[in-house]
């Protein structure tokens, strides 16, 4: 079984200030994680994916995101938000056993006050 | 090099009423997953289709159906709509066979019960 749990269901900051959105995760096998972030009537898009490689993994628009195994936590981080970084943000996990299917937490909404 | 295209992007039909959803995948892709997205949530797994068969299914009645055609678009099938139907519907794709089984989403049906 695989499970994700967002901690935060709205995150709100400064412009210029940064980012943090967390989230833990649960799975059976060594799992592959993402982030997927939803603009408003928009389809989602990945900004970064942990496949067992380095731990910390850098994806586009200036975020990252550690993969800590003892914590089971693989939060996302940018060092100073923008105006466009304002989305719905998922957390996403896969288990790495011949099983493609994927398993969302219910979503961070950032909020960026100018 | 288009991405996972869907169509209608908006439909509204009455409850008891069938709908068929269509998705046509990235091209090289040929592994199609569809989500259902009900408002404030984050996407939930229906089904998985590969070589125009149902590989994985999620917690979803069987009035949720699906086909994949040769050409590796697929399309959903939903009879006796409830108004708890009501939700975006997300097509992914995707290519077994190169690692990290990434998913690109299409940008959704929003379908909508009355």
């Known amino acids: 079984a695989q499970s994700v749990t967002q901690l935060d269901s709205h995150v709100s900051v400064s412009e210029g200030t940064p980012v943090l959105l967390r989230c833990n995760y649960s799975?059976?096998?060594?799992?592959?994680l993402f982030w997927y972030v939803q603009h408003p009537n928009k389809g989602l898009q990945l900004l970064l994916k942990?496949?067992?490689?380095?731990?910390l993994v850098k994806g586009i628009n200036g975020f990252e995101a550690e993969f800590k195994k003892s914590e089971t936590s693989f939060h996302l981080t940018k060092p100073s938000a923008h105006m466009s970084d304002a989305a719905e943000y998922f957390c996403v996990v896969r288990n790495n056993f011949g099983n493609e299917k994927l398993t969302f937490g219910t979503g961070t909404r950032l909020t960026i006050i100018p | 090099d288009a991405g996972v295209t869907q169509s209608p992007t908006h439909l509204i039909k009455t409850r008891g009423q069938q709908v068929t959803l269509r998705c046509s995948p990235k091209s090289g892709h040929d592994t199609v997953s569809w989500y259902q997205q009900a408002l404030g949530q984050g996407p939930q797994f229906i089904f998985q289709?590969?070589?125009?068969?149902?590989?994985q299914r999620g917690n979803f009645p069987d009035r949720f159906s699906g086909h994949q055609f040769p050409n590796y678009s697929s399309e959903l099938n939903v009879n006796a709509l409830l108004l708890g139907d009501s939700a975006l519907y997300l097509c992914a794709s995707s290519r077994p066979g190169q690692g990290t089984y990434e998913q690109y989403f299409g940008p959704g049906t929003r379908l909508t019960v009355t």
């Open positions: 942990y496949t067992s490689a380095a731990t």
């Open positions: 799975s059976s096998y060594s799992p592959s």
């Open positions: 289709y590969y070589e125009e068969e149902e590989r």
